[in-house]
Structure formats: structure tokens, C-alpha cells
């Protein structure tokens, strides 16, 4: 009662002020295309609470092929941007690797970014598990880093076909982190539920965006306006993002 009571007398705040995981380095991907934007979606965001955007720009086969030498490009112009525009959030970039063959040889290359900590932000395939994965998180951590699993919620085939590969993957020391999107709901109702899920179980060490785009944006102001914030904000406990 008296958290119901503090929560409709404040402004509803995330438990913490580090985002993870955005789409927000211009003209990489398939978020911003361009600076002016990227800064937009940061004054937002900075408006969500967020002091420190760790954005993590897609390294995917065939798709987005980028490495630190492309990226680093975009990057600066987008601190130039932020500091023209007197933003006062903190950038930093890392990136969210797809575990496929370009993965493998950027990672055999030592091109690879992580946050600090050496935390590795990866994600599958939505379609199946990599064939090796068991045998590419473990080369992983032989090699120093802590790998992070993005949206695991998003992965319906472990969520409809294989729910304990979950605590399998997580009790093997693989990080879970968990889309604030699906939290509200931006990929409907299973996939909400399974984060919830993930959550309740005590699986989930990260809540990143994902944002893309304003639309995101504007998702999560409605999102944290309403009862199912309420609900969600009692469940996200011992979250490391504040700690990197």
C-alpha cells in the first residue's frame, strides 16, 4: 500500500541510468540515419532518465558487416553532435554481435569492442540457436570476456520449444538481458510474458531499450506512465547495468 501510495505521488523512474543497448551510432544500422537524429533520440532519453548510453550499433553477416574502422566514423560525428548540441549524456559504444562466421573471424581478428569489464553484448539468430553456441560462449570466456545474450525473451524457440535451455544457458554463465520494449509490450503479449518470466526466475542481469527509433521512444514514455511499469519496476532487482 504504501508503494502504491509513493508511486502515484512521483514521477515513475527506472532503477537505473545506464542503457546498454540502443541502435542510436547514425547511418550504421537499421536505427538512426543520421546525427541530428541520433541527438534527438538522446535528449529523449535523457528525458527517460538515462545518464550513460552504452549504443551498441548491429555487427550481422551480409547485413552489417561493421568493425571499430567503420564505426569509429559515425561515432565521433555523433560526439561532435552532442557536444555542439550541449547534451549532457554520456556515449560510449560497443556493439551487439550476431553469432555467425563474421563473428567468428572479427573475434579470431581481436576486432571486437566490448563494454567495459569486458562485457560482450550477443545475440542469436531469431530463427534457430547457432549450431555451437555452447562451444562459442565458452571459447568466450576462455578468452576474457563476459558475454551478455540480448533479448532472450525475443528467441521463441527456446521460449515455446526448449523454456529450460533458459536456465540452462544462464547457469552456465551466460548473461541474460532483457528488452525494456518487450516489457511494453512492442513485440505483443508472449513475448512480455517471457520476459516477465525471465525476470520473476531471477535471470535477467541487463534491461537494455533496444531503441531504434522515436516510436520506440514514445513506447516507453507511455510505458512508464502505466500500471504495468508499476508492476515490473517491484521485479527489476540486482541489475548490473549502473555497475559498468
Known amino acids: 500500500m504504501v508503494f502504491d ?5 512521483k514521477k515513475p523512474e527506472l532503477p537505473f541510468k545506464t542503457d546498454i543497448h540502443c541502435h542510436i551510432i547514425p547511418g550504421v ?12 533520440l538522446l535528449t529523449q532519453m535523457q ?9 551498441s550499433p548491429h555487427v550481422t553477416q551480409d547485413t552489417f558487416e561493421n568493425t571499430s574502422v567503420t564505426l569509429a566514423g559515425p561515432t565521433e560525428e555523433l560526439r561532435a553532435e552532442i557536444q555542439r548540441q550541449g547534451l549532457e549524456i554520456e556515449l560510449h559504444r560497443h556493439a551487439e ?3 555467425d562466421d563474421f563473428f567468428l573471424r572479427q573475434l579470431k581478428a581481436g576486432n571486437l569492442t566490448p563494454m567495459p569489464g569486458e562485457y560482450l553484448l550477443v545475440e542469436n539468430s531469431f ?4 549450431y555451437d553456441m555452447d562451444t562459442v560462449i565458452f571459447d568466450l570466456k576462455m578468452e576474457g570476456f563476459n558475454p551478455i545474450l540480448a533479448h532472450p525473451e525475443r528467441y521463441i524457440y527456446y521460449a515455446k520449444g526448449n523454456p529450460q535451455r533458459y536456465r540452462d544457458l544462464h547457469d552456465s554463465g551466460l548473461m541474460f538481458q532483457i528488452n525494456l520494449l518487450s516489457l511494453a509490450g512492442r513485440y505483443g503479449r508472449t513475448i512480455r510474458s517471457v520476459a516477465l518470466e525471465l525476470l520473476e526466475n531471477g535471470m535477467v542481469d541487463f534491461i537494455g531499450t533496444d531503441i531504434h527509433r522515436e516510436s520506440h521512444v514514445k513506447l516507453l514514455q507511455e510505458y512508464l506512465q502505466s500500471r504495468n ?16
Request: aromatic fraction near 12%; charged fraction near 30%; hydrophobic fraction near 35%.
Open 97 to 99: 554481435y550476431r553469432l
Open 229 to 244: 511499469f508499476r508492476h515490473d519496476l517491484k521485479l527489476m532487482t540486482n541489475l548490473k547495468n549502473d555497475e559498468i
Open 5 to 9: 501510495f509513493l508511486f502515484r505521488h
Open 29 to 40: 544500422d537499421d536505427g538512426s540515419p543520421d546525427a541530428e537524429t541520433s541527438a534527438a
Open 127 to 130: 530463427s534457430q540457436e547457432p
Open 47 to 55: 528525458e527517460l532518465g538515462f545518464q550513460r548510453v552504452f549504443a
